[in-house]
Structure formats: structure tokens, C-alpha cells
């Protein structure tokens, strides 16, 4: 019997790959929880996508709300900080609280992010942030950067193949505001 994993997933383009290995190891279960993303129609999107490649492969999926408001309270006070900066610490502690919490609320030992996959989310910065919501919630976390071993390069190829939506920035209104292009 496999190990039961809850995967948080941000985007398809940042999943596909990680979950087409995970899904070969463990009992996966994708967690779709990102209300930083703004538009709403940017986040039915990015969800679209999701829910097209968890149905392809049998790949049950967890839909939490859509709260742009809460996230918005959570980042108040921090709307003029840098990408990478402590709006995005914020942003990332609450996903993966929520993930950490929902692991252990539905019986998983086991969770991890698909945010390393970003080119500019830091394993150094979001790991410790899992850890710690491991600790919370009495369940592990999976630390791994899946931008390394040639993963990136996969993704690519299986986005292309499938035509999955690729999206210019990283979510919230403040990514879509600056001045960088978004790459994966």
C-alpha cells in the first residue's frame, strides 16, 4: 500500500511534471489553493488546467475556495514589497499552512508544494516554511526543489504537448503590476 501524499499545486505548469513522478511512488491527492491569483479569470484558468491533467491521469483533487479577500488581509501592509520579498513569504506560509492543515484534517502524513518548480520561488525560502507547518500539524513534509534533475525541461515539453496554458506572471496583482516578464 502506497503512502498518502497531498500535493499543493499552484499552476499545471509548475504540477505536470512533479505530478506525473509523484503519482508513481505514492497515493497522490492534488490540493488546488492559490487566492493570491487575481483575476479571477486568471484563477479559473490556472484551475482549468489542473483539474484537465489530475482527470487524465486519475489524480483525485481537493478544490478549496476561491478567498482573494483573505489573502489580501493576510498581505495588508505589504503591497509595496519586492517579488521575492515578504508579500511572498506571506503568501506562501498561508498556502502551505492551508495544505499542512488539510493533510492532516483528511488523514495524509505526507505534503508538498509544487512552488519550487518556479524559476523565482527559492527551495532555500519555502522549505522552512513547509517544515514549520509540518510541525504545526504533526505531518511531514516533502522538501524537494523540482526545478533540478531536468524537470523543468519535462514540464515544458508535456505543456507544450498538451496545450496548457502558460501564464505571464506569478499571481497576484502585485506580480501582474511589475515590471519583469514571469518565466517558469
Known amino acids: 500500500m502506497r503512502e498518502k501524499f497531498l500535493l499543493h499545486v499552484c499552476c499545471a505548469p509548475c504540477s505536470i511534471a512533479v505530478i506525473d513522478e509523484l503519482r508513481q511512488v505514492f497515493d497522490l491527492t ?91 520561488k527559492s527551495a532555500k525560502v519555502i522549505f522552512p516554511i513547509g517544515e514549520v507547518a509540518a510541525r504545526r500539524y504533526g505531518v511531514s513534509f516533502y522538501a524537494e526543489d523540482w526545478k533540478k534533475k531536468g524537470r523543468e525541461k519535462t514540464a515544458r515539453k508535456m505543456v507544450k504537448e498538451r496545450g496548457i496554458y502558460e501564464q505571464k506572471y506569478c499571481g497576484c496583482r502585485y506580480s501582474l503590476q511589475g515590471d519583469k516578464p514571469y518565466e517558469h
Not at 498581505?75 to 502551505?96: A, D, H, S, Y
Not at 492543515?101 to 495524509?108: L, T, Y
Request: some cysteine.
Open 30 to 120: 492534488a490540493l488546488f489553493f492559490n487566492p493570491n491569483i487575481f483575476p479571477e479569470e486568471e484563477y479559473s484558468k490556472r484551475k482549468s488546467d489542473v483539474v484537465r491533467v489530475c482527470a487524465e491521469w486519475n489524480i483525485p483533487m481537493v478544490d478549496m475556495d476561491y478567498s482573494p479577500e483573505e489573502w489580501a488581509a493576510r498581505v495588508r501592509g505589504l503591497e509595496n514589497e519586492p517579488e521575492q520579498g515578504k508579500r511572498c513569504f506571506t503568501c506562501i506560509g498561508m498556502r502551505l499552512m492551508q495544505t499542512a492543515r488539510e493533510a492532516k484534517g483528511r488523514g495524509f502524513f505526507i505534503f508538498g508544494t509544487t512552488l519550487t518548480m518556479g524559476r523565482r
